[in-house]
């Protein structure tokens, strides 16, 4: 269920399209098999199959490799390793390097005989099959020298450092007023360390490449969730000009964030497809997915807040304390939602780094504020509890009236409306605060609730429209759509900019002949899509205005705003004609514009965030210390919502997750040999349908003139935000157990239990 309140600005009183909750345009391809994924270009004549063999250390070198047996396989046609892989640039150095580096730096394979983490690619074996060429893998014959390496986090913390930087160029640290003083002098204290462990990505589609060459120019079929990217690092990489470089990418499969860099599939069989001179398919494994296509990694959260007796903050402190790799640092920015969720004249975020012996972790599922929220949203229900305040009185009076740190007002800031609606709908008030004090048969019953936010963001963006003389219009954007309904949003976009029905609108994207775009990530894709396909609609209006005028000089008088285009027809001084005629009589073989966004002065004047409040009832078996979510509620504040049954779906989709990280999802790391134990889907857990309740969505809508064109805000990513959260509390509620280490697990909360 999710439900619309639209406060509508007069300008979009005549909109048709946007706003409904629109079937997906591209759901008949997809639920009949009809959209291509990147392994299933069935159309490539010739292609053959790689499989990548990885290393069975995480720390050494090789020091010997046989390959001649796998090489006499039947159907091998090519092994290849260290010793005969073409050139390619160094890697570069350890430190996190600028925001745009970061995704289009030379990732090289197989350059030299160094193991720098368990299953890193050691061999790539291309056959006629991807069952023969699998079968040869285990014909190679590796002897390495193992070194000693870091793999226990915990056991180096005193060796953590300050990177230069936080992922998405953030600062490091920051500090407001005399933290220590503060919180030494308030008149309640919390002082608690929470701590989220590695996760994994596991969407639906693992990585995934074909790679085809004709003559120099190569062109690759993949799951990208941003086509520029993907296309510099492997232009890079290759050390090939750009434009001689073509990703395509119309459907994935998802991405949470996996998908945002190249990695050892689309590298390797680019390699390979050039030396055999055929097309080559890789495909990851889903073992092979938890070494090579990044994690989340593992934190403690030191949360530190002081308050007065009346409930008012004078002191807040979140320090993160986060695993990285040796040879390539990621900084999730965990701590930085801090600097402007709550008021406090005294504040302070830092982010420290201990280098282990890892793959490098990666963006995922909203970097930073998914685990940061989880482990500090706990802390703030923690002081509300010592504090003797219900948690939504407790953050209404610390809430900022401009942003704590940066000094500039909001764009708009509703987190306060949906803390009250979700509790009025949720019913709240029927919480009992004392825990332990609600009861359901054998389930102890609790309420818990968090609040949610998330940046919101704009990037710089293209997008071609082309109006035929049929009456159909072409949208053209690199953009791609990760299962978030990017064709159908930009559909609706195209109708209302243009007065076409959605029927008579294509949208074609995930190509990089198409015009660039900030492509799917960080909850940025809808606006800054949306908006440069608004954007190019309203210059293809102006040309088409332009052109008729040219045709006929009578119209010249006609003013600007009394043309009007609706019902697919452009009417002015009084007559109307269908705009496919149109533009067939004034220009046969079509009219064509473009339009573009980027990040404007309001990104540096406002503060710009997507709010949302989660509720959620848990049962917890009294005996066995079972786990039951009962319902969930979410209010999200997210500006003026596009397509309300694609919003529901990601809204649902973050909710899930929060589950999954509250109760479930955890990869541990073998502290001795470095590797992650439970390396599949039978052994890493994620909620399945048993474990999800009906989930209900409520959408507070305000249209955010400061954002974008459209008003509308990031949603992708809000869902998960401070939802595992909201769960935990709801188990500390009925429990009165406050487990501390996610997830919370059977045997944490029994322990509280006895």
């Given amino acids: 269920m999710s439900e619309n309140r639209t406060n509508a600005s007069p300008s979009h009183t005549n909109e048709t399209y946007i706003g409904r909750p629109l079937d997906r345009v591209d759901g008949r391809l997809k639920v009949t098999g009809g959209a291509p994924y990147a392994y299933e270009h069935v159309e490539i004549a010739g292609a053959v199959h790689g499989y990548i063999l990885g290393a069975a250390i995480a720390k050494g070198r090789m020091a010997a490799i046989d390959t001649a047996e796998a090489e006499k396989a039947p159907g091998v046609l090519y092994v290849m390793t260290h010793r005969n892989a073409p050139s390619q640039p160094d890697f570069g150095p350890s430190v996190t390097p600028t925001v745009p580096e970061v995704f289009t730096r030379a ?19 291309v056959a006629e099959t991807f069952e ?36 998405a160029g953030f600062e490091t640290d920051s500090a407001v007023g005399d933290f220590e003083g503060a919180f030494a002098a308030a008149e309640v204290r919390l002082d608690v360390s929470y701590t989220t462990p590695y996760q994994h990505h596991n969407p639906m589609e693992p990585h995934a490449t074909t790679a085809v060459w004709s003559g120099d120019d190569l062109t690759i079929y993949t799951g990208a969730q941003t086509i520029a990217n993907f296309r510099a690092g492997i232009a890079n990489t290759l050390q090939l000009p750009p434009e001689r470089v073509r990703i395509v990418s119309p459907f994935v499969g998802g991405g949470f964030g996996a998908k945002l860099i190249v990695h050892a599939d689309t590298v390797l069989a680019a390699l390979a497809a050039r030396v055999v001179g055929r097309p080559v398919k890789i495909a990851l494994t889903r073992q092979q997915m938890f070494a090579n296509a990044g994690h989340r990694a593992k934190m403690k959260h030191d949360v530190r807040l002081g308050a007065d007796r009346n409930g008012r903050l ?44 890892t793959n490098r972790g990666e963006w995922m599922r909203s970097p930073g504020e998914a685990p940061g929220m989880l482990a500090f949203e706990c802390a703030i229900d923690e002081m509300a509890e010592q504090l003797g305040l219900d948690p939504i009185e407790f953050r209404i009076r610390n809430e900022p009236t401009r942003d704590p740190e940066r000094d500039v007002p909001f764009s708009t800031r509703n987190l306060v409306a949906c803390m009250q ?9 029927r919480r009992n605060s004392q825990p332990r004090a609600m009861r359901d048969g054998r389930f102890l019953v609790g309420y818990g609730m968090a609040a949610a936010m998330r940046p919101n963001y704009i990037g710089a963006t293209r ?9 159909h219009l072409t949208v053209q954007a690199d953009m791609t759509d990760i299962g978030t309904g990017t064709y159908t949003i930009l559909t609706q976009i195209a109708a209302d900019a243009t007065g076409l029905p959605p029927s008579a609108i294509t949208v074609e994207l995930g190509d990089s002949n198409f015009p660039r775009t900030a492509g799917s990530g960080g909850s940025w894709g809808a606006a800054s899509s949306g908006s440069a396909v608004h954007n190019a609609c309203l210059a293809l209006r102006e040309r088409i205005v332009a052109e008729a005028r040219r045709a006929d000089p009578s119209l010249a008088s006609v003013a600007a705003g009394d043309v009007d285009f609706a019902n697919g027809e452009i009417r002015w001084a009084g007559r109307g004609e269908p705009l496919g005629q149109l533009v067939g009589r004034l220009a046969p073989s079509g009219i064509e514009a473009e339009g573009q966004v980027e990040r404007g002065d309001d990104y540096r004047n406002f503060s710009q965030h997507s709010y949302g409040a989660h509720f959620v009832e848990a049962g917890v078996d009294i005996d066995t210390g079972e786990i039951r979510i009962r319902r969930m509620l979410s209010t999200i504040g997210a500006g003026r919502i596009l397509n309300q049954k694609t919003a529901r779906s990601q809204v649902i989709g973050g909710m899930t997750w929060g589950i999954g990280a509250a109760l479930m999802e955890e990869s541990v790391l073998d502290p001795r040999y470095g590797h992650f134990v439970n390396h599949d889907l039978a052994e890493y857990h994620v909620p399945v349908n048993a474990d999800v309740p009906f989930l209900e969505v409520v959408f507070l809508e305000e249209h955010d003139d400061k954002a974008n064109v459209l008003g509308s805000k990031g949603i992708g990513e809000l869902g998960v935000c401070g939802t595992g959260a909201a769960v935990a509390n709801a188990i500390y509620n009925a429990t009165g157990v406050r487990v501390r280490e996610f997830p919370i697990t059977l045997d944490k909360l029994l322990a509280g239990l006895a």
């Fill in 421 to 429: 609606e979700g509790a009025k709908r949720f019913g709240w008030k």
């Fill in 132 to 167: 023969a060429a699998r079968a040869a893998a285990s014909l190679i014959r590796v002897r390495y020298e193992t070194e000693p390496g870091r793999y226990d986090m915990e056991a180096h913390l005193a060796e953590a450092y300050a990177p230069q930087r936080t992922n």
């Fill in 463 to 471: 997008a071609r429209v082309r109006l035929g003389g049929n009456g």
């Fill in 314 to 357: 004078v002191a807040i402190s979140h320090d993160v304390f986060s695993a990285t790799s040796g040879f390539e640092e990621f900084c999730e920015q965990t701590a930085v939602f801090v600097r402007a969720l709550y008021a406090s004249q005294t504040r302070r975020t830092r982010h420290r780094l201990i280098g282990l012996d």
């Fill in 107 to 125: 990732r090289p394979m197989l350059s030299d005989d160094r193991v720098r983490f368990y299953d890193e690619p050691v061999a790539l074996i």
